[in-house]
């Protein structure tokens, strides 16, 4: 019996749905992320290569991102989050502030259906550097007083270079104010635990998201360290204090899975379905299905295997992973009958771990998606069209 491949056509069906129809109820919490759930639509279609969307819903998504522009600069997760333009007044622009994970998402999208004329760039930017502490972190949001407020993990690290990306590049832009990027590559290494792994500090539990969101950070800053002692010779300190740790500690969130009889466990016993027993090579040897955990002693969860395999990509060592099995955990294990991708095998698929999935997938080079950028998270067709959509509006300025 052939192995189990991607279903590209369902794939394709199930996320024309998510853009042309009503989503389930349980997404209603998200409105305030609503941002978030066009980029991964919009992504995965353009990943698929699914036919284009019509000019007049293009021009619709456009309008929607661009009516969620912040007039102090930014945008908001949503158009129920932001105030109609009279009501805005000196005294009150904060009062519904713009986030910067939303202002990520939303330059990312508007970049498949238009161009980045309409962003009031220069607003953007100085209110981007008003989100970084004085450690180099970045918050989610300020408020009309100047007080940052949000997390200090390396999430907010991600969104801020990739707002970064997309406006002013790494040339100099007389107009654009910059962030402190010392900063922030301090802080980015300050991250690094004793196990090789990222979190929020080094006293934290290292984590595989903040592992990808500081790395990619630091490749949209050019200062991931090479492997090569005669290369990116540079007066600034690398992003990563131990490379060989961090690839050792992400290599080591792979993990067997074995799928067990629908009657040999119930719902009460624990899942004995992981081994990770031993990380040395032995373990995962002939392994039929291997998938990728977030943190040490944690069930394997699709977007890992993004967020992992991504990271080591960016590293250069991405030929560490055996791709065959990982894949099959993906098609066989987490691919949903109707298209998508659940987050453990047997759930149902749903945005997120659905665009990550294929997005792993992408990276493992399958033939039937386009090759992906693992620093965006795009094609890199579609990164390509980034970096002429802006040096197409710096050049308008």
Same mark, same amino acid.
């Given at each position: 019996?052939?192995?189990?491949?991607l279903?590209?056509?369902?794939?394709?069906?199930?996320w024309?749905?998510?853009?042309?129809s009503?989503?389930?109820?349980?997404?209603t919490?998200t409105?305030?992320?609503r941002?978030?759930?066009?980029?991964?639509?919009?992504?995965?279609?353009?990943?698929?290569?699914?036919?284009?969307?019509?000019?007049?819903e293009?021009k619709?998504?456009?309008?929607?991102?661009?009516?969620?522009q912040?007039?102090?600069?930014?945008?908001?997760?949503?158009?129920?989050h932001?105030?109609?333009d009279?009501y805005?007044?000196?005294?009150?622009?904060e009062?519904?502030?713009?986030?910067?994970?939303?202002?990520?998402?939303a330059l990312?999208?508007?970049?498949? !259906?238009g161009?980045?004329?309409?962003?009031?760039?220069? /607003?953007?930017?100085?209110? =981007?550097k008003?989100? #970084?502490?004085? &450690? *180099?972190?970045?918050?989610e949001?300020?408020?009309?007083?100047?007080?940052?407020?949000g997390?200090?993990d390396?999430?907010?690290?991600?969104?801020?270079?990739?707002?970064?990306f997309?406006?002013?590049?790494?040339g100099? !832009?007389?107009?654009?104010e910059?962030i402190d990027?010392? /900063?922030l590559?301090?802080? =980015?290494?300050?991250? #690094?635990?004793? &196990? *090789?792994?990222?979190?929020?500090?080094s006293?934290?539990?290292?984590?595989?998201?903040?592992?990808?969101?500081a790395?990619?950070?630091?490749?949209?800053?050019?200062?991931?360290?090479s492997?090569?002692?005669?290369?990116?010779?540079s007066?600034?300190?690398?992003?990563?204090?131990?490379?060989?740790?961090?690839?050792?500690?992400?290599?080591?969130?792979q993990?067997?899975?074995?799928?067990?009889?629908?009657?040999?466990?119930?719902?009460?016993?624990?899942?004995?379905?992981?081994?990770?027993?031993?990380?040395?090579?032995?373990?995962?040897?002939?392994?039929?299905?291997v998938?990728?955990n977030?943190?040490?002693?944690?069930?394997?969860?699709?977007?890992?295997?993004?967020?992992v395999?991504?990271?080591?990509?960016?590293?250069?060592?991405?030929?560490v992973?055996d791709?065959?099995?990982?894949?099959?955990?993906?098609?066989?294990?987490?691919q949903?009958?109707?298209?998508?991708?659940?987050?453990?095998?047997?759930?149902?698929?749903d945005?997120?771990?659905s665009?990550?999935?294929?997005?792993?997938?992408?990276?493992?080079?399958?033939?039937?998606?386009?090759?992906?950028?693992?620093?965006?998270?795009?094609?890199?067709?579609?990164?390509?069209?980034?970096?002429?959509?802006?040096?197409?509006?710096?050049n308008?300025?």
């Amino acid at each position: 019996m052939a192995n189990p491949k991607l279903d590209k056509e369902r794939h394709i069906q199930y996320w024309q749905r998510c853009l042309k129809s009503l989503l389930p109820n349980g997404y209603t919490s998200t409105d305030s992320s609503r941002m978030s759930l066009g980029f991964f639509i919009l992504a995965a279609l353009d990943l698929l290569c699914a036919p284009p969307i019509p000019f007049i819903e293009r021009k619709n998504i456009r309008d929607w991102i661009l009516k969620c522009q912040h007039p102090s600069g930014g945008f908001c997760g949503s158009p129920n989050h932001r105030y109609p333009d009279e009501y805005y007044g000196d005294e009150s622009k904060e009062m519904d502030p713009a986030n910067l994970p939303a202002t990520s998402f939303a330059l990312m999208t508007l970049s498949f !259906v238009g161009r980045l004329d309409r962003v009031e760039r220069v /607003k953007c930017l100085r209110w =981007l550097k008003r989100l #970084q502490r004085e &450690d *180099g972190s970045f918050g989610e949001l300020v408020t009309r007083e100047g007080v940052i407020l949000g997390g200090g993990d390396m999430r907010y690290c991600y969104c801020a270079m990739a707002v970064r990306f997309i406006l002013r590049g790494e040339g100099e !832009v007389s107009d654009m104010e910059d962030i402190d990027v010392e /900063k922030l590559v301090n802080h =980015l290494r300050s991250g #690094q635990t004793y &196990d *090789g792994g990222i979190s929020e500090s080094s006293q934290h539990e290292a984590h595989a998201g903040y592992a990808y969101c500081a790395i990619a950070s630091l490749s949209l800053l050019n200062r991931i360290p090479s492997s090569s002692p005669t290369s990116n010779i540079s007066i600034f300190l690398p992003g990563l204090t131990n490379v060989p740790a961090t690839v050792r500690w992400l290599v080591s969130r792979q993990l067997n899975y074995v799928p067990k009889d629908e009657d040999e466990n119930s719902e009460d016993e624990e899942d004995t379905s992981y081994d990770q027993s031993d990380m040395s090579g032995s373990v995962l040897e002939g392994g039929a299905f291997v998938g990728f955990n977030g943190r040490c002693n944690k069930r394997a969860d699709t977007c890992y295997a993004f967020w992992v395999i991504a990271s080591l990509a960016m590293l250069g060592h991405v030929d560490v992973v055996d791709f065959e099995p990982s894949r099959q955990f993906l098609y066989a294990q987490t691919q949903h009958q109707i298209g998508g991708f659940g987050k453990c095998p047997g759930d149902p698929p749903d945005i997120y771990h659905s665009y990550l999935g294929l997005a792993a997938l992408a990276i493992m080079g399958d033939p039937d998606l386009k090759k992906l950028d693992p620093v965006l998270c795009v094609s890199c067709e579609q990164r390509q069209k980034i970096e002429s959509l802006r040096e197409e509006a710096l050049n308008g300025r």
